[in-house]
């Protein structure tokens, strides 16, 4: 993975996660822009580029949050591990998989969060949190996945290490 590429590229999701798509709700439902980039390399790339990916995406989010020092980044790695290692599912069309890992990713990634919130004091209202803000960005973040999955195939395609033969 070439760092000169990872660090703008994220940089620029970041700002436009916290600039622009911080005023979009729908119902409830945020997309997280971010947290789709990072999931998708680590199923097109594997976890280990993934979870580095996460931690870079987590220290720029961690920039722009009000929540505690750590919670984002935290919740990212975790999302992307499952993701790219635990949650590669293959249901025979790779839209349906995406948008599995990425139902089961993004669940994970909320309650990670949460827990996180919750352990370093801040209040939780639980069944507000899960079912007014997690499940419908769940949901959401689940239907753009495949939208997000495209260029960045494209994207590992092209910054694919040329294998030699003999």
Known sequence: ??????????????LIQTVVLTRVSLWGARPELLLLVVLMWSVVRG?????????????MME???????GAITLALVVASFLSGRVLRVDLGSPVAGVMLST???????????????AWTGYPVNWLDA??????PSVLL?????????????????????ERFTL
Do not use: K, Q
């Not at 993975?1 to 970041?14: D, E, F, Q, R």
């Not at 495949?146 to 395609?157: K, S």
């Open 103 to 117: 139902l089961l990713a993004v669940s994970g990634y909320h309650l990670v969060l949460l827990l996180a919130l």
């Open 130 to 135: 899960l079912f007014r803000v997690a499940w």
């Open 63 to 69: 920039l722009f949050s009000g929540g505690p020092l």
């Open 141 to 161: 973040n689940a239907i753009l996945a495949p939208f997000v999955y495209r260029p960045m195939h494209w994207l590992e395609r092209r910054t694919r290490r």
């Open 1 to 14: 993975m070439l760092l000169s590429l990872a660090i703008p590229l994220l940089a620029g999701v970041t």
């Open 47 to 59: 976890v280990d580029e993934g979870v580095l990916w996460a931690f870079l995406g987590g220290l």
